[in-house]
């Protein structure tokens, strides 16, 4: 007797390959690439962000067009503190590189990879739900990793379903 897939279960094998497939390509890469690969362009523009106004004084100068010397003086933040942090991936990667810490290495990139996977599976909830074209609470309800991740259900979807405290008094300036 065969037995028939539900929309649920065909839900669940997509969510189940997207977080293999970030585990496996996190076993190969290893944490440290992992990490280095998503968190450096984060702290690059971080860094950026703060410190371009700094290096502009220096640009604008040369640059008489004020906005093209803000993005060149972003631009050249953004850079030099992306090569460095891949100096630093590159030096940390050299120390990890024996077989024990290469195989940690491994085993915690396998596990980074399960959460980037779980992390990207919940923002695919909360699109699912909050988008408005298609009814799909009934299939969420029947997901395997909807009730695993069952916390996602009760971020709102919407701003109107944001909770205002009632002391909150818009437009009344006293």
Do not use: C
């Amino acid at each position: 007797m065969e037995k028939q897939m539900n929309n649920a279960s065909i839900l669940d094998l997509v969510f189940l390959a997207i977080i293999v497939l970030f585990a496996v390509l996190g076993l190969v890469r290893g944490f440290i690439r992992e990490l280095f690969a998503r968190g450096a362009p984060i702290i690059a523009l971080w860094v950026s962000m703060l410190a371009f106004r700094k290096v502009n004084e220096y640009v604008e100068p040369h640059v008489h067009i004020h906005i093209l010397s803000v993005i060149i003086s972003f631009l050249l933040v953004f850079i030099a503190v992306y090569i460095v942090l891949m100096i630093v991936r590159n030096i940390i990667n050299s120390v990890f590189s024996g077989e024990i810490f290469q195989g940690l290495d491994r085993l915690l990139g396998f596990a980074f990879g399960v959460i980037e996977g779980l992390a990207l599976v919940a923002l695919l909830l909360i699109i699912l739900k909050a988008q408005p074209w298609f009814d799909v609470q009934e299939l969420l309800d029947q997901s395997f990793f909807y009730k695993i991740l069952g916390w996602v259900g009760s971020l709102p979807t919407t701003v109107q379903e944001v909770p205002v405290p009632e002391e909150t008094v818009v437009g009344d300036a006293a």
